[in-house]
């Protein structure tokens, strides 16, 4: 019997691809070395879960055990998304990657510092060095300051030197709403909000009347209620306020307001077995329509993201008919009243999972019959504001990088001179 040639130059190669699809595949777990070595060591902490379980990471610049993170001169999910989840990304694989000693945080090139990047910044910092601390790894964090006053105020007061506790000194021309607010019940955060907005209309002279107050409490109550019930088993929320009232950095007051929730995004919490047969249906209607529109710039995910903000959707069942519009309707209201009398209109945004929708007042809520006769508002974000249309790409984007949750973050002026003027609008037609 002849013997059977071996050729081990193929077989090597074919163990060598097979090894690397493996490792392509597997999600990688940073800590998995410390893991190993400490096998009862359970990670309990859901945003510190929701990280891992989406591979929120990517490559970083690393030095003899140092990371540096460079912060670009936009860091802002509302005017740069793409680049910013690409720094958070890299800040979450620095803080989670156990052969990092040190991380060095430069912000010299910063010109804007949004709210909500700064926020995302600090959750991931903090969590990601409790766990360190768990651990017995030490961790060093350096840095420097943004470049402009505008960023620097945010970094000082409300961003990662205030949340570190290095900075204890509070600015008596900034107004905050804490994140980090141990009371998570959505009553008396939803009160803590709307008190928190009526002290930065109180600086120009202005607080909200009781009917204000009552539809305010509404829809901050339903976005507050949606990063509740909806961000899944491992979710948690957070809600943050800057406003800034120094004429020094801004002529006209300015605010930013961001809700945060590491869970589930508005796509899979539709996808969700929970969801009504009704949305189920309106939902695959919709791929029906879209199907033939998906390309790069357009799929799924981001058409049922969009849908989502409109009248009846809401994975919820419940038997008011407005539901899921809430969200919609607070950044309407706060796009109109946040405006200013050069007509300046503060801009807003949605960011969940792959999907970014940009608010600036050009596509707005507008009023439309149904086949039922009932009156609904709608926005499609396309001129003729149609929901089986494709929207416009500048205002909804599909982007390359993927955010575990949603971000609702809305920037505000409180321009007493426009604030004035529309009171005395409403006062004429006798609202």
């Known amino acids: 019997m002849g013997r059977c040639k071996i050729d081990y130059e193929k077989n090597r190669c074919l163990k060598i691809a097979r090894n690397k699809k493996k490792r392509k595949n597997k999600k990688h777990n940073p800590f998995a ?35 540096i993170i460079t912060i670009p001169k936009i860091f802002c999910i509302v005017e740069n998304p793409s680049i910013s989840l690409i720094i958070l990304k890299q800040i979450s694989k620095a803080i989670f990657d156990n052969n990092v000693n040190s991380i060095y945080f430069d912000y010299s090139n910063c010109e804007t510092l949004g709210l909500d990047a700064s926020l995302v910044t600090d959750i991931i910092v903090l969590r990601g060095k409790a766990l360190r601390n768990k651990m017995g790894i030490k961790t060093k964090l350096a840095g420097n300051f943004p470049k402009s006053v505008r960023a620097k105020e945010i970094f000082l007061n409300s961003g990662l030197i205030k949340h570190l506790g290095i900075n204890k000194v509070e600015s008596p021309h900034v107004k905050r709403l804490d994140p980090f607010l141990y ?59 800057h406003f800034s009232h120094d004429n020094n950095i801004e002529k006209i007051p300015k605010g930013r307001l961001t809700f945060i929730s590491f869970g589930n995004t508005i796509y899979e919490s539709l996808k969700n077995d929970t969801v009504d047969d009704f949305i189920k249906n309106k939902l695959e209607k919709q791929t029906k329509y879209h199907k033939k529109l998906f390309d790069f710039s357009w799929n799924e995910e981001s058409s049922w993201t969009v849908f989502a903000l409109q009248w009846m959707i809401s994975r919820k069942k419940t038997q008011f008919n407005d539901r899921g519009t809430g969200t919609i309707k607070f950044i309407d209201s706060f796009t109109e009243l946040g405006k200013t009398i050069n007509n300046e209109i503060p801009k807003m945004a949605i960011l969940s999972g792959h999907t970014h929708i940009l608010f600036d007042g050009t596509y707005t809520l ?7 006769n009932t009156k609904v508002k709608v926005i499609a974000f396309n001129k003729s504001n149609n929901l089986r249309q494709k929207p416009d790409s500048k ?18 002026y409180v321009d007493k001179a426009y604030l004035t003027k529309i009171k005395e609008e409403k006062n004429e037609k006798g609202n």
């Not at 070595?37 to 989406?54: A, L």
């Open 183 to 241: 009371e998570k019940n959505p009553n008396l955060m939803t009160n803590k909000v709307i008190n928190y907005y009526n002290s930065c209309l109180s600086t120009s002279g202005f607080v909200l009347n009781d009917k204000g107050i009552n539809y305010f409490n509404n829809l901050v109550g339903e976005i507050i209620d949606n990063a509740e019930q909806h961000s899944g088993k491992y979710g948690e929320w957070f809600v943050s306020g």
């Open 33 to 67: 070395p410390i893991l190993k070595h400490n096998p009862k060591f359970q990670i309990k902490d859901r945003v510190v879960k929701t990280i891992f379980n989406n591979n929120f990471f990517t490559k970083i610049v690393k030095k003899h055990g140092e990371a």
């Open 366 to 372: 507008k009023e439309q019959t149904t086949h039922r």
């Open 395 to 412: 205002y909804v984007k599909l982007l390359n990088s993927k955010f575990p949750g949603v971000i609702i973050s809305c920037d505000f």
